[in-house]
Structure formats: structure tokens, C-alpha cells
């Protein structure tokens, strides 16, 4: 049995596609399917079921999968250590986002780390299901960190570093009753019909425990994925927004209020996956943030 092996093994699983492994391994889909193919006849078993649709793990598989990613952690944590040695980290970096982190500047940030770690791959993925998603992926190893927002609790799985939080701020179109005020209690909102996150978003949480502190009932009659989304909707009047300061520019269609009566920071945070020993590009990186965001 051989690294490549497993490491093919473990992208076909983890991306659910033939198609998306081979992308991510840097080769032909071919050879993945020839790679698995030599693990299973190896091995006497089939490992995965495949359909049209889609692709599962037999029990055999299932079997396999933790002791094929703690081997090739084992493999990479080798490397590391003969690396540092050599002097120098290197290997891959496996980072989940959210749309937006507010104050931090994850571009510059990842470009900075870039220049000071050169020989560190860098694969960013902005996950469209929020921070449980971000979660779900860190704890089947998909990914070796995350920029989450998971207010008032630690899932299981990961250990949360709080970086920042950013206030919330009312979003109303210029000719709404509030727009000529510069601040609005919560209690004064119990009408209102906001566009916010689905269940589960940080933002989310943040704002429905506001309400729910207040003895009110949060009216939400659109959700959105996209924080830069949300003053568009307010513009055309579908609602309010509870949104960000810091992604809030001056626009002559909308009136900003801060809302008082209310604990409206929304926190941004980097997660690590507690089952797993991060490898050195991740400690340096999670080291890294520390430093940018301090």
C-alpha cells in the first residue's frame, strides 16, 4: 500500500467526484481511477460504490478512511519535522472562509503569509453554507482551517480562537420613519420585516438572540449568503438589514442607524479541527493571524 494511494483514496471521498480529485491532485482522471483501482484489487475489496450520481464508501471503505488520514497526517507530520530541520515550511494549506470577515483583510493577510512562507500551497475555499459548513468540513478533514462565527458556543469537533467582532448595524432605505435618526432601540423593531442569514450563519444567530433577549419575535422574510447582498434588497424595499459596519459605504439611498438596547456583535473567529494535530503550515498560519490581527 502506498501514500498515493491513499492520498487518491481519501480526494475521491472527500470531493465525492473522480472529476474533482483528480483536479485537486494535479492529475488525469484516469489516473485516480487506475490508483483506486490498484488499492482495491491490493486490498481484495471494493472501496467505494459507484453510481451515476454519486459516490459512497462501502463498509470496507468506511473502515479504511480514518486509518488512511491518520496515516497520511503521519506522513506529512515526517515531513514537517525533516523540514524544519532543513529549515523551511512548506506543503499544503487548506483554508475555509466565510464571504466576508469584516475589519480583517483575508487577501492581504494571505498574501503576506504567502511572501514570509513562499514554499506553503494555499487553496482557499469559501463555503456557501455558513459556518456549520466550515465546521462539518474541518471535522472530515477537508480542511485544515476555517474563518468561522459560531457565537455563544463551541461546536464539537474544533477548538474556536476568537480574532474580532464587528457591530451590526440597522440598514433602511432613505425615506423609511427611522431614517432621519441616527439610532433606533431594539424594542422599536418588533415590526419590522428584515432580510437576514439562513439559520446556522453567525450573523444569524447574533441577531435572533438579540430578539429572542428582547421578548420579540424576529421577522425575516428573505435570506441571503451575501452580506454585499443585503443593501440591494433594502434599496428596492423588501425590507431592513441588520449588516456589518464595517461593509457599510455612504449611499444616498440608505439611512444607518446603530441599534442600542442589544448585544449585536457579530464575532469572527479561526477554527481547528480537536481530532487532528495541525501540521506546521497550519501552526505557523494560525501564529500568523494572531500576529495580523493583533
Known amino acids: ?8 483514496f481519501v480526494a475521491v471521498v472527500e470531493e465525492s467526484s473522480f472529476t474533482r480529485a483528480a ?10 481511477s487506475a490508483t483506486i483501482a490498484s488499492l482495491e ?5 471494493p472501496l467505494l460504490l459507484r453510481t451515476t450520481r454519486q459516490i459512497a464508501l462501502t463498509d470496507a471503505g468506511l473502515q479504511l478512511l480514518p486509518k488512511a488520514r491518520a496515516t497520511l497526517e503521519a506522513a506529512r507530520d515526517a515531513r514537517d519535522a525533516v523540514h524544519q530541520v532543513t529549515g523551511g515550511i512548506r506543503g499544503t494549506l487548506r483554508i475555509g472562509t466565510m464571504s466576508s470577515l469584516g475589519l ?5 493577510l494571505l498574501g503576506q503569509f504567502h511572501h514570509e512562507y513562499p514554499a506553503v500551497s494555499i487553496h482557499l475555499a469559501i463555503v456557501g453554507t455558513g459556518s456549520p459548513g466550515l465546521v462539518a ?20 469537533g474544533v477548538r474556536v480562537r476568537d480574532l474580532t467582532s464587528i457591530p451590526l448595524d440597522l440598514v433602511v432605505p432613505r425615506d423609511h420613519p427611522l431614517a432621519g435618526r441616527s439610532e433606533v432601540a431594539i424594542t422599536e423593531l418588533a415590526d419590522e420585516s428584515f ?24 421577522h425575516v422574510t428573505i435570506e441571503i449568503t451575501d452580506i454585499t447582498a443585503g443593501t440591494d434588497f433594502v434599496r428596492h424595499r423588501f425590507g431592513v438589514a441588520l449588516l456589518p459596519r464595517t461593509v457599510l459605504l455612504p449611499d ?8 442600542t438596547g442589544a448585544d449585536l456583535d457579530w464575532p469572527i473567529s479561526l477554527a481547528t479541527a480537536t481530532g487532528r494535530t495541525p501540521g506546521a503550515a497550519a501552526r505557523a498560519f494560525e501564529q500568523y493571524v494572531e500576529r495580523y490581527v493583533a
Open 23 to 32: 483536479a485537486r491532485l494535479h492529475v488525469v482522471q484516469s489516473a485516480v
Open 41 to 45: 484489487r491490493e486490498l481484495e475489496t
Open 137 to 156: 468540513a474541518l471535522a472530515e478533514g477537508r480542511l485544515d482551517l476555517a474563518f468561522v462565527s459560531m457565537p455563544g458556543h463551541q461546536p464539537a
Open 195 to 218: 432580510i437576514d442569514f439562513p439559520l446556522g450563519y453567525g450573523n444569524r444567530t447574533v441577531t435572533d438572540r438579540a430578539f429572542d433577549a428582547a421578548g420579540l419575535t424576529h
Open 104 to 108: 480583517i483583510d483575508l487577501p492581504a
Open 1 to 8: 500500500m502506498e501514500l498515493r494511494q491513499l492520498e487518491c
Open 252 to 259: 444616498e439611498d440608505l439611512a444607518v442607524l446603530r441599534v
